[in-house]
């Protein structure tokens, strides 16, 4: 298993383009399973959870052949997808087990080829994790969902799915995931839906706007009701991934850690305003520039002083703070002057960082949802674990402004999320290396 080993109190400066959305492209590759015509994806990230879900694409016969960037300064490659054996649909625990988001294809699947058989995604390291709410959606439609051997079995009654009004809030929000996949199966039902309390994130705007582009008909995308006038079928279509937020997000915390000065191209400032709102009050700068009128690509210079001010950060569903950068909050705050509060209002129990940053001299105290972290002056070196992705995004920034040596193990997360972070980390000028075991071994033979 890689790992890195990272030399702390560089400070990070230059340009970066940010990549476009993991959690944006999952859903959006998913939904070419709704028509057999060619989808085309541009800004695609080059991640393990993109090679899984085409992976999973594959096995339900629809194949979809990536195209690296060719210029490293590219926001994402491209990813063109195609349907052509409907018979396959039974989405296996051996692919479901690796992500979550695998949860995508029931409702394109189920839509269009009438039956979907999907392993039950289980529980994993940032606390338990439903998929109730997708279910609850897809029966008002008109499936008939059975357990199976650990498996999810959707059938539709009736042919087509049926237009219906549908209330997707759950205990911790809206279901951003859930939301996509019920608006999915909706634009080939029979008649309107309306989904209710639907997820205002950016990822299933951006998932309507390509089903929009291959025929459906969608309203209120964005907002907390989305109305879905189905149609008979969808035809193929080309889209642009938008700017991943929170690799932004994350960037901005690495220039604040670092005392840095980063510029962030293809930066979606215009769905980042609660986070920025947070950085500013600690005292971070960020400016941005240009871009699209819309803000969601455009360029942000982020600069940092020396003291930074303890905030108070709740994470909240769009447009609130998200909590995938809660945990890079958390590293950023420990070095702050006094104390901060961060609750966690998504994941209750997503603090897999809070044992690893007091093992590098954070001073943290949880109690349930809340962390009250007591910035300290410095952090210091250690080897340390997280088993998950935003966690161990968090170890590295803290990493990159401790003193000394941090090894960060199990870095297989972060290749779930982050493009090739070290690199991107190394041209900005951090002093942090990639070591394979392969590697370490050659390392302590030649030694020996
Ligand atoms: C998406 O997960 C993201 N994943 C997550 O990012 C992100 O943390 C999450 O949204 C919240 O913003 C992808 O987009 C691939 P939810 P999703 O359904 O859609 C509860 C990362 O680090 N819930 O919006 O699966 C649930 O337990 C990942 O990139 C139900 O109760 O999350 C949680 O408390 C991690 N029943 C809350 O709702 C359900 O049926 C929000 O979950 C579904 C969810």
Redesign the pocket.
Known sequence: MDRFVIEGGARLSGRLTIKGS??AA?PLMATALLTDQPVVLKDVPDLADIVNMRRLLAELGCEAEYAPATDPGAAGGTMSLRSHDESLSHAKYEIVRTM??SICTLGPMLARRGYARISMPGGCA?G???????LRGLEAMGAHITLDGGDIIARVRGGRLRGARIFLG????S????TSNVMSAAALAEGTTIIESA?C?P?VVDVARLLMAMGARIYGAGSPRITIEGVESLRGATHRVIPDR?EAGTYMCAAAITNGDLTLDNCPVDVLLAAIDRLERAGVNIVPSGGDTDQLRTTARITSSRVLQPIEVTTQPHPGF???LQAQLMALLCLADGNSVITER??PERFLHVAELQRMGARLLRQGPTVVVSGVKKLVGAPVMASD??ASACLVLAGLAAQGTTVVNRVYHLDR?YERMEDRLRMLGARIERLSDKQEALAVEAVG
């Open positions: 993991k959690n999952l979550r988001a940032i338990d994790r439903p998929v109730d709410l997708h759950g205990p911790f929000g279901t951003v995931l859930g997820a994130e990822e929170i998200p909590t995938d998504i994941y992705l935003r999320g």
